[in-house]
Each structure stands twice: as structure tokens, then as C-alpha cells.
């Protein structure tokens, strides 16, 4: 007789198949789990328009263009300083520069003090429009986004008038009767670079608050909306005034 030894399979139960059914599936094979990685799948990702770190690309850009901006303010307040520790002539005290008499009262760094307060106020509403646009209430964003830039326009009149003083009183970027001859230069230079910024602002937040009034960031066929736009322009909005602080600090209190 011939014997099988072949071992014969036993049948599974039904309750030994449900729980081989349940049992968890293996893991895929590194091979297969690195098919997108390396240089190659970093450039397919870019080349698919993907965003990156889960960031859109218009607020990433943004962040990119404030850094760069971050280096020359640096760079101006970091010359400023030296060029005033260096200096062989005696500053003029900003306390007497930049007073006015008004009724009579001689008030030291008044005009500045307004300036600042309408500077922080404008960021306050920026960020309330911002909290709008998410909450998709497009005329209350529209009308503080409109504020924040009436508010930049009140800053910049102001910042005209000072400089009108100013040269009224012989302050050039060459010259300075009231002491160091670098102060016209230094000043100039910083309040006028930060002053074209906070116009650029003015006239950016504008754009896009007649934008959300109309609807222009809206979904079709009843999809939400994309108001990071919005987001966007306060964060500059945001980073021009932090950069007023320290202006403010180091020129004007210093």
C-alpha cells in the first residue's frame, strides 16, 4: 500500500475565518513606502503645484518677502545706532526736535505719540477684519479693512506734516543746524522707507476691501469662500507697525 504523505489542510471553522479576517494587515514593504521620496518625488510635489508644510503659497511668499524686509529695517537701525554712538557732534535731543506748541504749552514728542496710537489702533482693526473675512461677513471686513487704511493715511498726513517742520527748520540729509550733520540722513532714511511701506499698505488694503465687497473671494455654486487674502495683507499690515516700535523706540525715545 501506497502511503500519502502529503499533510492534508484542515478545514477552518466559520469563527476561525471571521477572526483571520480581522487579524491587522502587514506593512507595506519600504520599497513601496518610499516610491515619492528623495529629490525626485520633491520635485514631482513642486511641479504638481503642491503646497508646502501645508502653507498656501501666497502666504508663504508673504512670510518670504517679510523676512527679506526684516533685514533691511534691521540693517538701517543697526547703521543708525552706529553712525550715533560714532558721532563727533552732539545729537539733537529728539524731545526738542520733535515738540510742538500748541496754546501756548510747549509739548515734547506729542505729534509722535499720536502717530504711534494711530498706528496700533489701525492693527487692532485689521485683525478684527481678518476675524470677518473667516466668519465670511464681507461688509464688516470690507468697512474695518477700510478703516485700518484710513487710519494709515491720518499716519502718513502726519508724518508729512512732521517732515514739512522739519525742513522748515533747515533739517537736510546733507545738513542739520540743530547738531550732528548725520541726523537729517538718518532720519530721512528710516521714517521715509518705513513711510512709502505704510502707503504701499494703504493702497493694498484698499484694493482688496473693494474686492471682498464685491464678492471676489467668494465660492461658486454655494462652496465656501477663500479669504486668505485677507490674512495675507494683515500680516504686513502687522509687520509695518511692529517695525514702527522700534522706530519709535530707538529714534524717537532714545
Not at 499533510?7 to 483571520?20: K, L, N, S, V, W
Not at 524686509?69 to 553712525?83: A, E, K, P
Not at 550715533?84 to 526736535?97: K, L
Not at 506729542?110 to 498706528?119: D, H, K, N, R, S
Request: glycine letters at 10%.
Amino acid at each position: 500500500m501506497s502511503i500519502d504523505m502529503q499533510a492534508q489542510t484542515p478545514a477552518q471553522t466559520p469563527a476561525e475565518m471571521q477572526a483571520r479576517a480581522q487579524e491587522p494587515a502587514m506593512p507595506s514593504s519600504p520599497a513601496s513606502s518610499t516610491a515619492g521620496a528623495g529629490w525626485t518625488g520633491a520635485a514631482a510635489d513642486l511641479a504638481g503645484d503642491r503646497a508646502m508644510f501645508r502653507v498656501p503659497w501666497g502666504k508663504a511668499m508673504m512670510w518670504i518677502f517679510l523676512l527679506s524686509d526684516t533685514f533691511i529695517f534691521g540693517s538701517f537701525l543697526t547703521g543708525y545706532m552706529s553712525v550715533r554712538i560714532s558721532a563727533t557732534t552732539q545729537w539733537p535731543n529728539p524731545s526738542e526736535v520733535f515738540a510742538l506748541t500748541i496754546a501756548g504749552t510747549h509739548l515734547p514728542l506729542i505729534l509722535i505719540a499720536i502717530m504711534t496710537f494711530v498706528l496700533i489702533t489701525s492693527s487692532g482693526t485689521m485683525a478684527m477684519a481678518v476675524n470677518f473675512a473667516y466668519r465670511h461677513d464681507r461688509r464688516r471686513c470690507a468697512m474695518l479693512m477700510m478703516a485700518t487704511a484710513a487710519f494709515g493715511a491720518l499716519f502718513v498726513s502726519m508724518q508729512a506734516f512732521e517732515w514739512s517742520k522739519l525742513i522748515a527748520e533747515g533739517v537736510r540729509p546733507w545738513g542739520n543746524p540743530m547738531g550732528s550733520a548725520q541726523f537729517g540722513a538718518c532720519f530721512f532714511m528710516i521714517t521715509g522707507f518705513h513711510g512709502m511701506h505704510v502707503t504701499a499698505g494703504v493702497i493694498y488694503l484698499l484694493v482688496v476691501a473693494r474686492r471682498v465687497r464685491a464678492g471676489r473671494y467668494e465660492g461658486r455654486g454655494g462652496a465656501a469662500g477663500n479669504y486668505d487674502i485677507v490674512e495675507i495683507a494683515g500680516l504686513y499690515w502687522h509687520f509695518v507697525d511692529l517695525v514702527w516700535v522700534f522706530i519709535f523706540a530707538l529714534f524717537y525715545l532714545w
